[in-house]
């Protein structure tokens, strides 16, 4: 099939090298000539792995990357894999979906009938009652409407986009002249040769709302779990008991399932918080306070005030070096969006404390946002001379520390994360064990 994609960041990128692969024709449009020069080069505009050799196999043959939106018009259908971002007070900002839809309008206009997918995360209502009116603005009103929520994770984009545990497929369902049967029949044949190779995966045919809902659902779910799991994590400490046994214990019950029950330092990312913002503003707008997701967001808060004053238990961090470990939001990648690692460094400021951070690949992004900041090469470097270190992100080279800890002014360590061993000579605390 000929597949366009509107968007070329972490989602569209991904999406569009991958359906390259499975044999589609593929043009992805952004607006932004650097990243389409980049993939028209053969190279991927963002670290994912094996994104770059599925880009280097298929550009300049199955894939290829333009600004020009009226390219769209020779595909059958397009994917809308544009960012949308919180406003100040967590609501969706709509206003890129709007003006990306607008253009596609405008480069569809005059067509009989095209299918718009909408792969962004939107509050539900927002394919019909957004996209679909900035289409028609634009000056096409053929549009065939899907929505079809995107569940990858940064750091296994391929292969979670590949091998996935669910497809979901929205489209408008009620009324009998609907154009829903359409709109399954054209995901259904993009997603055929995925299917094919991820025999297992869940086929899930709904409504236009109820797609936009899953995914909000699915987020909102994972983070209210890492939540929940922090607040037992929490009261465990409270009672000396360890929490990861406690976790491994109750992760037998298949109805709790040992996945997302990693406790520590919280949540962060460009999604999960985002997203339980966003599902909470619109519930709010509708009359109802979701006390659980409320609820997630507090103890997710709390988390690295809790690591730090654990530290305080050990040490006067006034006018000491203090080393923070890990400034990614998970290991893995170099995003530092919604990261702990902000408030722990903040918290730590405003002791008085001497920051110095190490990442192995994010402290270039973090010296952007926080110049006030040391940034050290190594964690050998950050350790020398601390009074004291606390672990942000579960990088695996943190679990081989050694000997690096003796050169640390006072040895103690809280894990926020439990990567570091506790050895002889260290003191160490954990965050929730
Ligand atoms: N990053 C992730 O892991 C996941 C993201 N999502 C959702 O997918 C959507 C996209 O997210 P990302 O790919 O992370 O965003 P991103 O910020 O990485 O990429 C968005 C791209 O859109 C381009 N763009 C902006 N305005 C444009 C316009 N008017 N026309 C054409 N291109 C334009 C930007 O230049 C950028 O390359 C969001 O709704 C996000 O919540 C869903 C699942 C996973
Ligand atoms: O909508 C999105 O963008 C994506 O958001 C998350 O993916 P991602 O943000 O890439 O990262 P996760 O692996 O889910 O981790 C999110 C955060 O939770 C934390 N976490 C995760 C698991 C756990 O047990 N404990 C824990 O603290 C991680 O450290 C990290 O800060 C979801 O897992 C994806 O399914 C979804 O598509």
Request: one cysteine or more; aromatic letters at 6%.
């Amino acid at each position: 099939m000929r597949v366009s994609i509107v968007g070329s960041g972490y989602v569209g990128t991904t999406i569009a090298a991958c359906f390259a692969e499975l044999g589609h024709e593929v043009v992805n449009v952004d607006v932004d000539e650097d990243l389409v020069a980049t993939i028209n080069d053969g190279e991927a505009p963002i670290h994912e792995p094996g994104l770059e050799e599925r880009i280097a196999a298929h550009a300049g043959g199955r894939l290829r990357a333009t600004t020009d939106y009226d390219e769209v018009r020779e595909t059958d259908v397009t994917f809308l894999a544009l960012p949308t971002p919180s406003r100040e007070d967590g609501s969706i900002d709509t206003s890129i979906m709007e003006s990306g839809s607008e253009s596609l309008g405008e480069a569809l206009a005059g067509k009989d009938d095209h299918t718009v997918v909408v792969k962004s995360t939107v509050v539900p209502g927002t394919t019909e009652d957004v996209v679909e009116p900035a289409l028609e603005r634009g000056g096409f009103d053929g549009a065939t409407l899907a929505m079809n929520p995107e569940f990858l994770r940064m750091g296994s984009a391929v292969e979670d986009f590949l091998d996935p545990d669910k497809v979901v497929f929205g489209a408008r369902t009620e009324g009998d002249d609907t154009d829903g049967e359409a709109a399954y029949e054209v995901l259904r044949e993009v997603y055929a040769p995925l299917l094919d190779e991820a025999p297992d995966a869940a086929v899930v045919e709904t409504g236009l709302r109820e797609a936009e809902m899953i995914k909000y659902a699915n987020n909102a779910f994972l983070a209210s779990k890492v939540s929940l799991v922090n607040d037992l994590g929490n009261v465990c400490k409270e009672f000396g008991v360890d929490a990861y046994e406690v976790a491994d214990a109750i992760a037998h019950d298949d109805r709790i399932s040992g996945r997302f029950l990693r406790s520590g330092v919280g949540w962060g990312g460009s999604c999960f918080p985002k997203d339980v913002a966003a599902i909470t503003a619109a519930a709010k707008a509708e009359g109802y306070d979701p006390a659980m997701l409320e609820a997630a967001v507090e103890v997710n808060d709390g988390q690295p005030e809790r690591l730090l004053s654990l530290l305080d238990d050990h040490v006067d961090v006034s006018g000491e070096r203090v080393a923070v470990l890990g400034l990614s939001f998970k290991p893995g990648t170099d995003d530092i969006r919604g990261t702990r690692a902000i408030p722990v460094i903040d918290g730590l400021q405003e002791r008085g404390a001497d920051v110095v951070a190490y990442d192995p690949v994010a402290a270039e992004k973090m010296a952007e946002k926080r110049p006030d900041v040391a940034y050290a090469d190594s964690a050998r470097d950050a350790l020398d001379g601390a009074s004291g270190a606390v672990v942000v992100t579960d990088w695996d080279e943190f679990a081989a520390l050694d000997d690096e800890f003796e050169a640390m002014a006072e040895r103690v360590v809280v894990d926020g994360r439990r990567i570091v061993e506790p050895r002889d000579g260290l003191t160490y605390e954990g965050l929730t064990w």
